[in-house]
């Protein structure tokens, strides 16, 4: 299964940006999706999830700025991130796990099936 992130770029402090995440199989439907990033240096986090049946779960870092949605129909999810900080600077990934689950939101990287190429996001101040 191939993810494509999208959406990527350069942008000011107190800015934002729209990334999403494709794929052309039917599988989405049936997946939890989680955004994750990865700063120079540092371990890949979690930014947030959105589960099959569409409540979400945010990192503290982002709550209030990041916003995740899923179109099914389209097989996509999108991370909108308001208000941007230089200290979200990072590649950010999108992952996608199998369950079936609704409700339930995963953490953990390595719960993850499939992951996106990953989109560079530098936020300048």
């Known amino acids: 299964v191939q993810l494509q992130a999208s959406g990527g770029g350069l942008v000011q402090a107190g800015g934002s940006l729209r990334l999403s995440c494709a794929t052309s199989r039917r599988i989405f439907e049936s997946c939890a999706v989680a955004w994750f990033r990865q700063a120079p240096g540092k371990e890949r986090e979690f930014v947030g999830t959105?589960?099959?049946?569409?409540?979400?779960n945010y990192a503290d870092s982002v709550k209030g700025r990041f916003t995740i949605s899923r179109d099914n129909a389209k097989l996509m999810a999108n991370l909108q991130m308001n208000d941007l900080k230089p200290e979200d600077t990072a590649v950010y990934y999108c992952?996608?796990?199998?369950?079936?689950?609704?409700?339930?939101?995963?953490?953990?990287?390595?719960?993850?099936?499939?992951w996106g190429q990953g989109t560079q996001v530098t936020v300048s101040s």
């Open positions: 959105i589960a099959r049946r569409g409540t979400t």
């Open positions: 992952a996608i796990k199998r369950t079936i689950i609704t409700s339930n939101f995963y953490f953990n990287p390595r719960d993850y099936d499939y």
